[in-house]
Protein backbone atom coordinates (compact mmCIF):
# COMPACT_ATOMS: atom_id res chain seq x y z
CA UNK A 1 0.00 0.00 0.00
CA UNK A 2 1.83 3.26 -0.87
CA UNK A 3 2.24 5.64 1.85
CA UNK A 4 0.78 9.31 1.03
CA UNK A 5 1.18 12.00 3.32
CA UNK A 6 -1.28 14.83 3.45
CA UNK A 7 -0.11 18.26 4.36
CA UNK A 8 -3.29 20.21 5.86
CA UNK A 9 -2.01 23.43 6.24
CA UNK A 10 -4.43 26.47 7.92
CA UNK A 11 -5.52 27.60 4.40
CA UNK A 12 -7.42 24.33 3.81
CA UNK A 13 -10.17 25.99 6.50
CA UNK A 14 -11.21 28.76 4.01
CA UNK A 15 -14.13 30.62 4.48
CA UNK A 16 -17.41 29.50 2.42
CA UNK A 17 -20.06 32.05 2.65
CA UNK A 18 -22.39 29.44 0.54
CA UNK A 19 -21.74 27.18 2.91
CA UNK A 20 -22.34 29.65 5.65
CA UNK A 21 -25.53 31.02 3.83
CA UNK A 22 -26.81 27.17 3.48
CA UNK A 23 -26.66 26.34 7.57
CA UNK A 24 -26.94 29.79 9.08
CA UNK A 25 -29.23 31.18 6.95
CA UNK A 26 -31.39 28.72 5.29
CA UNK A 27 -34.32 31.48 4.96
CA UNK A 28 -32.03 33.97 3.12
CA UNK A 29 -32.41 34.03 -0.33
CA UNK A 30 -29.92 35.25 -2.79
CA UNK A 31 -30.43 36.46 -6.23
CA UNK A 32 -27.34 36.45 -8.74
CA UNK A 33 -29.61 36.85 -11.95
CA UNK A 34 -29.74 40.84 -12.55
CA UNK A 35 -26.77 42.93 -13.67
CA UNK A 36 -26.60 45.60 -11.22
CA UNK A 37 -26.21 49.01 -11.01
CA UNK A 38 -22.15 49.82 -12.15
CA UNK A 39 -21.81 51.37 -8.09
CA UNK A 40 -23.35 48.09 -6.50
CA UNK A 41 -21.68 44.72 -6.73
CA UNK A 42 -24.48 43.61 -4.27
CA UNK A 43 -27.00 44.33 -1.64
CA UNK A 44 -29.37 43.12 0.84
CA UNK A 45 -32.81 43.93 1.89
CA UNK A 46 -34.37 41.90 4.68
CA UNK A 47 -34.14 38.25 3.51
CA UNK A 48 -32.43 38.75 0.66
CA UNK A 49 -29.60 39.42 -1.38
CA UNK A 50 -28.70 40.36 -4.45
CA UNK A 51 -25.64 39.86 -5.84
CA UNK A 52 -24.85 41.58 -9.44
CA UNK A 53 -24.62 38.92 -12.39
CA UNK A 54 -21.20 40.40 -13.72
CA UNK A 55 -19.22 39.83 -10.73
CA UNK A 56 -16.05 37.00 -10.98
CA UNK A 57 -16.37 34.15 -8.73
CA UNK A 58 -13.84 36.08 -6.08
CA UNK A 59 -16.22 39.08 -6.27
CA UNK A 60 -19.30 37.22 -5.31
CA UNK A 61 -17.62 35.48 -2.94
CA UNK A 62 -16.16 38.98 -0.79
CA UNK A 63 -19.70 40.44 -1.76
CA UNK A 64 -21.98 37.70 -0.45
CA UNK A 65 -19.77 37.59 2.74
CA UNK A 66 -20.40 41.31 2.99
CA UNK A 67 -24.49 41.03 2.30
CA UNK A 68 -24.35 38.03 4.76
CA UNK A 69 -22.66 40.29 7.98
CA UNK A 70 -25.20 42.99 6.39
CA UNK A 71 -27.88 40.49 7.25
CA UNK A 72 -26.43 39.67 10.33
CA UNK A 73 -26.11 42.99 11.94
CA UNK A 74 -29.46 44.37 10.73
CA UNK A 75 -30.76 47.71 8.78
CA UNK A 76 -28.69 50.32 8.66
CA UNK A 77 -28.76 53.28 11.03
CA UNK A 78 -29.92 56.44 9.92
CA UNK A 79 -27.45 59.26 8.30
CA UNK A 80 -24.69 59.50 6.26
CA UNK A 81 -22.27 58.81 9.08
CA UNK A 82 -23.62 56.29 11.11
CA UNK A 83 -23.62 54.61 7.19
CA UNK A 84 -20.41 55.04 6.35
CA UNK A 85 -19.44 54.00 9.97
CA UNK A 86 -21.51 50.85 10.11
CA UNK A 87 -20.01 49.85 6.29
CA UNK A 88 -16.43 50.01 8.22
CA UNK A 89 -17.37 47.50 10.37
CA UNK A 90 -19.25 45.23 7.88
CA UNK A 91 -16.06 45.48 5.92
CA UNK A 92 -14.08 44.67 8.53
CA UNK A 93 -16.06 41.85 9.65
CA UNK A 94 -16.18 40.45 6.17
CA UNK A 95 -12.60 40.41 5.11
CA UNK A 96 -11.31 39.08 8.43
CA UNK A 97 -14.04 36.13 7.44
CA UNK A 98 -12.40 35.63 3.74
CA UNK A 99 -8.80 36.59 5.14
CA UNK A 100 -7.79 35.13 8.51
CA UNK A 101 -3.69 35.75 9.20
CA UNK A 102 -3.18 32.33 8.62
CA UNK A 103 -4.13 32.88 4.79
CA UNK A 104 -2.16 36.21 4.81
CA UNK A 105 1.47 34.16 5.82
CA UNK A 106 0.64 31.47 3.11
CA UNK A 107 -0.20 34.07 0.22
CA UNK A 108 2.63 36.33 1.07
CA UNK A 109 4.94 32.95 1.32
CA UNK A 110 4.01 32.23 -2.29
CA UNK A 111 4.47 36.22 -3.22
CA UNK A 112 6.92 37.56 -1.08
CA UNK A 113 7.05 40.88 -2.62
CA UNK A 114 3.51 40.55 -4.84
CA UNK A 115 1.41 43.13 -6.28
CA UNK A 116 -2.03 43.22 -4.67
CA UNK A 117 -3.69 41.67 -8.12
CA UNK A 118 -1.43 38.61 -7.12
CA UNK A 119 -2.26 38.09 -3.31
CA UNK A 120 -5.90 38.82 -4.08
CA UNK A 121 -5.87 36.11 -6.31
CA UNK A 122 -3.86 33.77 -4.05
CA UNK A 123 -6.21 34.41 -1.43
CA UNK A 124 -9.24 33.89 -3.60
CA UNK A 125 -10.72 37.47 -2.86
CA UNK A 126 -11.15 40.50 -5.09
CA UNK A 127 -8.20 43.25 -5.00
CA UNK A 128 -10.65 46.09 -2.59
CA UNK A 129 -10.76 43.34 -0.31
CA UNK A 130 -7.48 42.39 0.08
CA UNK A 131 -6.49 46.19 0.29
CA UNK A 132 -9.08 46.98 3.13
CA UNK A 133 -7.87 43.70 4.93
CA UNK A 134 -4.04 45.22 4.28
CA UNK A 135 -4.87 48.56 5.60
CA UNK A 136 -7.26 47.09 8.37
CA UNK A 137 -3.98 45.02 9.90
CA UNK A 138 -3.55 45.48 13.32
CA UNK A 139 0.13 46.21 15.30
CA UNK A 140 0.01 42.66 16.69
CA UNK A 141 -1.02 41.32 13.10
CA UNK A 142 1.97 43.25 11.38
CA UNK A 143 4.28 41.89 14.13
CA UNK A 144 2.49 38.21 13.29
CA UNK A 145 3.23 38.67 9.68
CA UNK A 146 6.80 40.03 10.30
CA UNK A 147 7.79 37.08 12.37
CA UNK A 148 6.67 34.62 10.66
CA UNK A 149 7.39 35.63 7.52
CA UNK A 150 11.15 36.60 8.96
CA UNK A 151 11.04 39.94 7.96
CA UNK A 152 11.06 38.49 3.86
CA UNK A 153 8.22 39.91 2.47
CA UNK A 154 6.76 44.01 1.80
CA UNK A 155 3.91 45.20 0.54
CA UNK A 156 3.04 48.76 -1.26
CA UNK A 157 -0.71 49.79 -0.90
ZN1 LIG B 1 -22.41 47.24 2.70
Redesign the pocket.
Known amino acids: MPFTFIVMSQTAIRWHPWRHLRDHHPEVVVSCQHELHATRMG??RGRRIWLCSTLTQAERRCTLT??L??VERGP?PEGLVAVRR??AI??DIATRRLITIEQLVDAFRWHRHGSAEQLAEELWVDVPTFTFRMNALTPIEVAELENRLDGEWTYAC
Open positions: FSHEVHLEEVN
